[in-house]
Structures are given as structure tokens and as C-alpha cells.
């Protein structure tokens, strides 16, 4: 039996050369905000897939994700060229465990990513249950350059509508800009200046870290966090770095 379902693109959303939403309708099943699908085209004769998280949130009425061309890559410079009414295969199920089912009781939660993996972060933001859950919301997003730093009408709906809870640090690390913080998020760990940009402490038992991305920041920021005392969280034994690498 197929892994796949047919589906149709109904909105490429072209942010920069690079940097593209697919928004597709398809009907797949149940997923949760922070998990991953599969989107997959027939190249030579066969279906080339490739794993992506939803930017959208379950109750939204199609599916969305947020990818950048990998130079040479295989299936995202295809994905790149679609058009509404374009056919596309969507995979049947849903995976992965950067969700908030997996992140224990904390006052606060920090989303820490690299590029498109802050996708997932902004499918958990759209539902209900961080700002339930959690005293203070942070979404970090690091980039080379400024227009990479993109949903920004939605991020700003985040800050109108939860302007006490929720907290939003970019980072821009190949040009100058007088509104983000400048190199990458290990060096401003370490150096204090992410916290006091938000103006929070990460402290073991009182934070949770979701980490996404580039697998060297992933590692890079755990490093930093576990000589904070911070351990990795596992189901067998619960801690505050949740991660998920994009390669
Ligand atoms: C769990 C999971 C979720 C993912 N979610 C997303 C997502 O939401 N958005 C997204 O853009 N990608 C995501 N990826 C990566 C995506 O699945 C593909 O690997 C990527 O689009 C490249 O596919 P390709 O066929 O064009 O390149 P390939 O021919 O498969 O080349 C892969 C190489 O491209 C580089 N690469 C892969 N992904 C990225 C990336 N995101 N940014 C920079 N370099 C990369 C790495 O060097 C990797 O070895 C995810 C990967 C995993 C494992
Ligand atoms: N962004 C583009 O314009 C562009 C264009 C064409 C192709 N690509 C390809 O697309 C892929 C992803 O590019 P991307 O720009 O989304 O992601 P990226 O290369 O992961 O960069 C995103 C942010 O992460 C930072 N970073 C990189 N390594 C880090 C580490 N070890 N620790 C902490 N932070 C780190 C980068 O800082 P630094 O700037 O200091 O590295 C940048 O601020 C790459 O394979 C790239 O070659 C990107």
C-alpha cells in the first residue's frame, strides 16, 4: 500500500531566491503542532520524498511548510518551481517528537532555531497550548541576512496577542541591522546577551529548550546549556533540551 496521498499546491510563497511556503491541501490524517510530513514528486520515474515540519497548526485547513533550496539538492528546487494547482505527494502520516506532549511542566519555554527549522515553532505558537502551559514564550530565529527573517506578520499577531507571555530574538550574523542580535546563539549564551535581550533567565526546572535546525547550532547550544547544568530530555529521563536536526 502507498505511503502517499495526492495533493495540490494552492500557494507558493516566494520570501526571498531561496527561501519558500508551500501551502498544500491534501487529505492527510491527524498530526500535532511541531511534528513533521513528507512532501514527494515524481522524479525519474519515482517518488522522491523528504521530510518537513508543518508550519501550519492542526485546526488550519491545509497543510503549510517552510524550505530553502539546498544548492544541488534533490527534491528542493524542484519544490521550489511549484504553482497553485501544481500536483504534489503528501505523506499519510505525521512524525516526530518536538512536540509539547513531550516537554515537561516548566514556567518557561524557549524556541531556539536556525533557518527554516523555526517552521515548527510557529505551528505550536498557533494553538492553545503554550500560552496556557507557559508564563513566558521565547522564539529565537538566527539567520545570515535580514530578509531571511521572515513571518513577520505572524510573529507580530503573536506579540499583539500575547504581549506579556511572548518574547521574539532575532539574529542576523552576516550583516549589520540596528534591531537583531548579531553572530550566532552559543556565542550570545554564553555571553548573557540573548537572556538580558528578553530579559529571562534559563535556569534548569524552570525552563524547557526546543532546539531546531542546523545540527552544529543544535549541538553547539546543548554544549552550552549542559555545562548550565541543563540535561537532554528523554521519556526515560526528563530533562530541558528537546532538539530536532534538519540534516
Ligand atoms: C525531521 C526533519 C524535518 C525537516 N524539516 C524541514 C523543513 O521544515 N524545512 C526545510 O527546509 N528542510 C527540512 N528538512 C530538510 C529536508 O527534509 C531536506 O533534506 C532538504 O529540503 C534538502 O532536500 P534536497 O532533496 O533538496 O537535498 P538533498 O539532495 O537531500 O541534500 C541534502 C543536504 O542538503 C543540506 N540541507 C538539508 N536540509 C537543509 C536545510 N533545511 N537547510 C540547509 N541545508 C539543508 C544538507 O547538507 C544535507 O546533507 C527536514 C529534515 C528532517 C530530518
Ligand atoms: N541563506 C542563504 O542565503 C542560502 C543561499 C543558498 C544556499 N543556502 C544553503 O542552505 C542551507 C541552509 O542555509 P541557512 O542560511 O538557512 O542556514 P544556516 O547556514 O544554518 O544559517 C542560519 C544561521 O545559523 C547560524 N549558524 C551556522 N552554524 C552555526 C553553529 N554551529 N552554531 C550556531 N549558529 C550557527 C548561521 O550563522 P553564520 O552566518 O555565522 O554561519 C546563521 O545565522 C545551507 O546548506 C546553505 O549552504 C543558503
Redesign the pocket.
Known amino acids: 500500500m502507498s505511503n502517499w496521498i495526492d495533493a495540490e499546491v494552492i500557494e507558493n510563497i516566494h520570501w526571498t531566491d531561496t527561501l519558500y511556503s508551500l501551502k498544500v491541501k491534501g487529505d492527510i490524517g491527524d498530526y500535532e503542532a511541531g511534528q513533521?510530513g513528507r512532501l514527494g514528486l515524481m522524479i525519474d520515474d519515482q517518488i522522491?520524498g523528504?521530510?518537513?515540519?508543518f508550519v501550519s497548526a492542526p485546526h488550519e485547513d491545509y497543510c503549510e511548510?517552510?524550505?530553502?533550496v539546498?544548492e544541488?539538492?534533490?527534491?528542493?528546487?524542484p519544490l521550489a518551481k511549484l504553482k497553485a494547482g501544481d500536483h504534489i505527494y503528501l505523506g499519510k502520516k505525521a512524525n516526530?517528537f518536538l512536540i509539547l506532549n513531550e516537554i515537561p511542566e516548566s514556567d518557561d519555554l524557549w524556541m531556539i532555531s536556525t533557518?527554516?527549522g523555526i517552521?515548527p515553532f510557529l505551528s505550536i505558537l498557533k494553538t492553545e497550548t503554550p500560552w496556557k502551559r507557559f508564563k513566558k514564550c521565547v522564539l529565537v530565529h538566527a539567520v545570515r541576512t535580514a530578509p531571511e527573517l521572515t513571518y513577520q506578520e505572524l510573529i507580530n499577531e503573536f506579540k499583539q496577542q500575547h504581549p506579556d507571555q511572548f518574547e521574539y530574538a532575532p539574529f542576523v550574523s552576516r550583516e549589520k541591522t540596528d534591531f537583531a542580535l548579531p553572530d550566532r546563539i552559543p556565542k550570545a549564551l554564553k555571553k548573557g546577551k540573548l537572556e538580558d535581550r528578553v530579559n529571562l533567565k534559563i535556569e534548569s526546572g524552570k525552563s524547557q529548550i526546543m532546539l531546531c535546525?542546523?545540527p552544529d547550532m543544535v549541538k553547539d547550544v546543548r554544549e552550552t546549556l549542559e555545562k548550565r547544568g541543563l540535561t537532554k530530555n528523554l521519556r526515560k529521563t526528563p530533562g530541558s533540551i528537546s532538539t530536532?536536526?534538519?540534516?
Not at 544541488?72 to 528546487?77: I, T, V
Request: net charge positive.
Open positions: 513533521f522522491v523528504r521530510p518537513y515540519s511548510f517552510y524550505s530553502i539546498v544541488k539538492g534533490l527534491l528542493s528546487p516526530g533557518g527554516t517552521g535546525g542546523n530536532e536536526n534538519y540534516w
